[in-house]
């Protein structure tokens, strides 16, 4: 069974640029999530998705936004970069949404890198 | 081996010998656990999970504790090996989000 796929792996962009990352849940789960991971700040929540909706969404600035499709793969949108984006974002999925007592299973993330 | 806390973010260990890293958590609300394992250039990877109706859970050399008194997770890892060298993170879930420790980095001396 393939795991979470996240791509690109590595990216390079410069400041007020915009960015999209992509997210291919591991078959079956419907519930995807995404977190900023900064060696400072550690694993920051994002948003999740589950069923194409949005359950959920944490403390980032309206810049950051995602969709899920209705095959479950998921996208996340970084519009105006700023050089603080700079971070390895990260995608979890899971059969069911947080709450339901079930491990989020990670991709390896997307290194983002703004000059 | 020595026991940290998320304060110490570094934990030297023997191989062979026994490892044990700490987790505090603060919502007493928190109805679910997990431990993660993460190498360098790779994601986050599940190692074991615990609910809060128990206080103990053996995985293959992975024993997670869960005192809810003092609101304190530990992962035990026995028999280290140099291949368990990598940072752990715990996390609990309260209500629909995951909150995650800032990390321990477990470094196995040969």
């Known amino acids: 069974k393939a795991g979470v796929t996240q791509t690109p792996r590595y990216l390079i962009k410069t400041r007020g640029q915009q960015v999209t990352l992509s997210c291919s849940p591991i078959?079956?789960?419907?519930?995807v999530s995404w977190y900023q991971q900064t060696p400072g700040q550690g694993l920051q929540f994002l948003f999740e998705y589950f069923s194409e909706t949005q359950r959920n969404k944490g403390n980032f600035p309206g810049r950051f936004s995602g969709r899920q499709f209705s095959n479950s793969r998921s996208e996340m949108n970084v519009s105006t970069l700023e050089l603080g984006d700079s971070a390895l974002y990260l995608c979890?999925?899971?059969?069911?949404?947080?709450?339901?007592?079930?491990?989020?299973?990670f991709g390896d993330g997307t290194r983002l890198s703004i000059l | 081996g020595e026991s940290v806390g998320l304060h110490l973010p570094t934990l030297s260990v023997q191989e062979g010998d026994n490892s044990i890293i700490n987790c505090a958590y603060s919502?007493?609300?928190?109805?679910?656990f997990i431990w993660y394992k993460q190498e360098s250039g790779k994601g986050p990877q599940f190692i074991i999970d615990?609910?809060?109706?128990?206080d103990k859970r053996q995985g293959q050399r992975v024993t997670v504790l869960l005192n809810k008194t003092v609101k304190h997770l530990s992962l035990q890892i026995a028999a280290t090996q140099p291949g368990d060298s990598a940072v752990y993170f715990c996390a609990e879930v309260t209500g629909n989000q995951f909150y995650f420790g800032t990390g321990t980095s477990l470094t196995v001396i040969p």
């Open positions: 919502n007493s609300a928190s109805d679910y």
């Open positions: 615990i609910r809060s109706n128990m």
């Open positions: 078959s079956g789960h419907r519930s």
């Open positions: 979890a999925s899971s059969l069911f949404p947080t709450g339901s007592s079930q491990p989020q299973h």
